[in-house]
């Protein structure tokens, strides 16, 4: 009887695809080793217990006839125990029979266990084991003419009175069947033997030599290994002993060049190429290909596997058809899932675990298990900050990190401003976030829930060292973003993205003294002084004399709690939509943006207001309707206000990414203004509109910046300084509109693998010789009539085409000529 049914939690993730008995020990299962055990020693009938995963027992094993013997199974629906399990199949055991684990390593003499039982006449004989610590076991207790007194299961080393475990391994007379009440969790040795004992009937202890190895760690899993290469076990291993202790599979091949000390096996078909240096105690499975260049030392590798040039692997174990791409590193303790990808150059830092079907991207340093995370980036940092699923790329474990390597980046006592939007998980995570920074010896201002601008204007009016905000992701009401600003409430750069990475992947916090623990503020009037300030950049008498009509969508955002305060004063009426704080409301109406603005041009229309505006949730972008009911795209946004700035001031400085349409820079020249370009990153356009000599800023996606109030997006600042405009020169929105120039843009985008992103930007490069060519972010190449940039994604396996003409198709045709460029660059 071979107990199966096991899932093997410890042993995870290699156990999360397969049944614990079906993990290979040098590229056979387990449960294989264990019938090849019992048929050595004459036992060929067989009964298997199954239960997690069963189809793979059963179509790997069938009827047994492979393996010389008669194999049946018994499925476990609901777990019974060791000595359930067995009661479920007594319609088999109706002799004397042997049970055995099938997640075990031995080579203890069976037959002797069995013939010293029958000489006993007990009704149950256990193999019982000598090993040096027996904490982490059973315990059995015996005298002298080798009969079993007592059990002391998992004992302390107070009660251990003897170093005799128990292995697990029995010989069952089928009385024992009287002492285990069927349909119930019953064990062996806390309920059925006990019960024997007490019923006076006679248990015998039979001490076994040879090896056994109860693998339930990851660590007994990479010792076991160790044990049978040394010969310390005897188990059949396949393939030929080519060399001392260097086993070779069937159509394996190693490359004369490459290095393969023992003792070592190479797996069925695989292959080991020039340069490559296997190392002792290193197991490569079936079809494994250790390319040129890589070390693997006291590693087990499954079947399947790819192992790319120069890859380190030491200690560590890779599940079944695992990719590791050139010059990553696997340390030691780390496990790798079935199917999982580890990008070119990554790091998985020792005790690592990657669960099945994970990415780890390529740079990534990884130093936290990736179990339920969707994958291991290559950088903490994207675009708008650290994001990911809530509660599982996002948890509260990794945000307390994060914030404590942020505060380690700073100063002991320094001050951070934090705030949330409405949703539960950014309630939570900040409380998660504040703790963190607490823990590091910083104090935090919390401002609770606000906007973004809100919470960045705190951060300057306070004289704080920086603010951190968690928020939902825009379109993605199930994912969250962290967000961490500057003392000037800009973006943090990228010198400082990278120490708080470097603080978090060491794990280099400042763990404060209970003396030094942060505290946290509630600052009472942030709300006013943000207020105040606004208003003091425009003329509030000529606001209210304008007597403007404004409908407003506040996208069921923060910008509701905020906004009312603001425009109190300018005397506007204003028809409010979606008029409060809701996460749910807000995620519904992620879906329905279209309806939304068709919804507020019918509004602008029926009311007839002079200006439409639906700002986002977090109170950073603005979409403009104007007072015809037309909604604005951003270029035409951009445009649009870029013509009100030059017209009310003069030799005004403006920043806008590179990839704007060259009508804006017409617009600024005819106005005597200049055009600063600036990468398309919002950090580098925050940063270049703090200068001080910048008048206003913009950037392609409805995100507009007043410098004189405030160096980063804000939708409130927006409509407030868009209606002082039309006050100041007396136009509408859509006299503005329809005296802007054509523009025709055009966009595509190149699957382009990283470590193809340099070759594709040296093609770009070498390619635009001879034309005028501008290199603020990207290559952007001039043309007579139009202009095209490259620029490799810093997030995704991409390249980005933007491209203007002098009409939609002939934009459209520039651009898929780059496009066509780099697919021929990526080959």
């Known amino acids: 009887m071979i107990l199966a049914g096991g899932e093997g939690t410890r042993l995870r993730p290699l156990t999360s695809n397969q049944p614990k008995p079906m993990l290979p020990m040098a590229n056979r299962p387990m449960l294989e080793h264990i019938i090849r055990l019992l048929g050595d020693h004459g036992f060929d009938d067989i009964v298997v217990t199954v239960a997690f995963l069963a189809n793979q027992i059963r179509t790997y094993f069938g009827d047994g006839s492979e393996f010389g013997a008669r194999i049946r199974y018994a499925s476990e629906d609901v777990p019974l125990g060791t000595a359930g399990s067995v009661a479920n199949a007594k319609a088999e055991l109706a002799e004397t029979f042997l049970v055995i684990s099938g997640d075990v390593l031995t080579d203890v003499d069976l037959g002797g266990l069995v013939k010293a039982h029958r000489a006993s006449g007990a009704v149950a004989t256990i193999a019982l084991k000598r090993v040096e610590d027996p904490v982490e076991f059973g315990i059995v207790i015996t005298r002298p003419d080798g009969t079993v007194e007592r059990f002391l299961e998992k004992p302390t080393w107070g009660q251990v009175f003897s170093d005799t475990i128990n292995t697990g391994i029995y010989v069952l007379e089928p009385e024992i069947f009287d002492y285990i009440p069927e349909g119930q969790v019953v064990d062996f040795s806390g309920d059925v033997f006990p019960a024997v004992l007490a019923d006076g009937k006679t248990i015998h202890g039979h001490v076994v030599d040879g090896y056994w190895e109860d693998v339930g760690t990851l660590e007994?899993?990479?010792?076991?290994?160790?044990?049978?290469?040394?010969?310390?076990?005897?188990?059949?291993?396949?393939?030929?002993?080519?060399?001392?202790?260097?086993?070779?599979?069937?159509?394996?091949?190693?490359?004369p060049e490459a290095r393969v000390d023992g003792p070592a096996v190479i797996g069925p078909n695989s292959r080991v190429e020039a340069g490559a240096h296997v190392r002792e105690y290193s197991v490569l499975g079936t079809d494994v290909v250790v390319k040129r260049d890589a070390f693997v030392e006291r590693s087990v590798v499954h079947d399947h596997v790819y192992v790319g040039p120069s890859v380190r692997l030491r200690g560590a174990v890779l599940g079944r058809n695992a990719d590791i791409r050139s010059h990553a590193r696997v340390d030691e303790g780390v496990v790798v899932g079935d199917e999982s990808f580890i990008g070119e150059h990554a790091v998985v830092n020792p005790g690592v675990k990657v669960y099945p079907f994970k990415t780890v991207e390529s740079g990534a340093v990884v130093n936290a298990s990736i179990v339920w995370e969707s994958r291991g980036a290559r950088t903490l940092f994207g675009r708008r900050g650290v994001s990911g699923l809530a509660n599982v790329d996002?948890?509260?474990?990794?945000?307390?990190?994060?914030?404590?390597?942020?505060?380690?980046?700073?100063?002991?006592?320094?001050?951070?401003?934090?705030?949330?939007?409405?949703?539960?998980?950014?309630?939570?995570?900040?409380?998660?976030?504040?703790?963190?920074?607490?823990?590091?010896?910083v104090n935090v201002n919390d401002v609770e829930l606000a906007t973004v601008p809100l919470t960045r204007f705190q951060i300057r009016n306070s004289g704080g060292q920086g603010?951190?905000?968690?928020?939902?992701?825009?379109?993605?009401?199930?994912?969250?973003?962290?967000?961490?600003?500057?003392?000037?409430?800009?973006?943090?750069?990228?010198?400082?993205?990278?120490?708080?990475?470097?603080?978090?992947?060491?794990?280099?916090?400042?763990?404060?003294?209970?003396?030094?623990?942060?505290?946290?503020?509630?600052?009472?009037?942030?709300?006013?002084?943000?207020?105040?300030?606004?208003?003091?950049?425009?003329?509030?008498?000529?606001?209210r004399d304008s007597r403007f009509k404004v409908v407003l969508d506040y996208s069921y955002g923060a910008a509701s709690l905020a906004m009312p305060t603001v425009l109190a004063k300018i005397g506007a009426d204003v028809l409010s939509v979606n008029p409060f704080a809701s996460t749910a409301?807000?995620?519904?109406?992620?879906?329905?943006?279209?309806?939304?603005?068709?919804?507020?041009?019918?509004?602008?229309?029926?009311?007839?207001?002079?200006?439409?505006?639906?700002?986002?949730?977090?109170?950073?972008?603005?979409?403009?309707?104007?007072?015809?009911?037309?909604?604005?795209?951003?270029d035409d946004a951009l445009l649009a206000l870029l013509s009100l700035v030059v017209e009310v001031q003069s030799e005004a400085r403006i920043a806008l990414p590179v990839a704007v349409s060259r009508?804006?820079?017409?617009?600024?020249?005819?106005?005597?203004?200049?055009?600063?370009?600036?990468?398309?990153?919002?950090?580098?356009?925050?940063?270049?509109?703090?200068?001080g000599s910048i008048d206003f800023a913009a950037s392609q996606d409805g995100g507009f910046i007043w410098p004189d109030f405030l160096p980063a997006f804000d939708g409130a600042a927006t409509l407030v300084r868009t209606l002082d405009m039309l006050a100041e020169t007396g136009?509408?929105?859509?006299?503005?509109?329809?005296?802007?120039?054509?523009?025709?843009?055009?966009?595509?985008?190149?699957?382009?693998?990283?470590?193809?992103?340099?070759?594709?930007?040296?093609e770009m490069m070498e390619r635009a010789v001879g034309r005028e060519t501008v290199l603020v972010d990207g290559v952007k190449v001039l043309h007579d009539d139009g202009w095209a940039l490259v620029l490799p994604d810093p997030e995704e396996a991409l390249s980005h085409v933007w491209a203007e003409g002098p009409s939609d198709q002939a934009a459209r045709q520039l651009a898929q000529e780059y496009a066509r460029r780099i697919r021929q660059a990526v080959r």
């Open 220 to 255: 007994a899993y990479l010792s076991s290994h160790q044990d049978i290469l040394d010969g310390r076990v005897h188990v059949e291993i396949e393939g030929f002993e080519v060399d001392h202790g260097v086993w070779l599979g069937e159509d394996a091949y190693v490359d």
């Open 394 to 441: 996002i948890t509260p474990e990794t945000t307390v990190r994060l914030a404590m390597a942020y505060g380690t980046a700073l100063k002991k006592g320094s001050v951070v401003t934090t705030s949330r939007d409405t949703s539960r998980a950014a309630r939570a995570l900040k409380r998660a976030a504040i703790a963190g920074l607490n823990l590091a010896g």
């Open 663 to 691: 009508q804006a820079e017409a617009i600024a020249t005819a106005h005597g203004a200049e055009i600063v370009w600036t990468k398309l990153s919002a950090s580098h356009l925050m940063d270049v509109a703090s200068d």
């Open 731 to 762: 136009r509408t929105l859509s006299a503005v509109v329809d005296d802007l120039p054509r523009y025709h843009l055009a966009h595509e985008s190149v699957p382009t693998p990283w470590e193809r992103k340099g070759a594709v930007m040296r």
């Open 467 to 543: 603010g951190l905000t968690v928020r939902l992701v825009p379109d993605d009401p199930n994912s969250v973003e962290i967000r961490i600003f500057d003392s000037d409430g800009r973006d943090i750069d990228e010198a400082m993205q990278r120490r708080i990475e470097r603080l978090q992947y060491r794990e280099d916090y400042r763990r404060a003294f209970a003396g030094d623990i942060g505290d946290i503020v509630f600052p009472p009037r942030a709300l006013e002084f943000y207020t105040a300030a606004l208003h003091g950049t425009v003329d509030i008498p000529r606001l």
């Open 585 to 634: 409301a807000a995620a519904a109406a992620v879906d329905d943006l279209q309806v939304r603005q068709a919804r507020i041009a019918d509004l602008v229309r029926a009311s007839r207001s002079d200006l439409g505006v639906i700002v986002d949730p977090d109170g950073e972008r603005a979409t403009l309707v104007d007072d015809e009911g037309r909604v604005l795209t951003p």
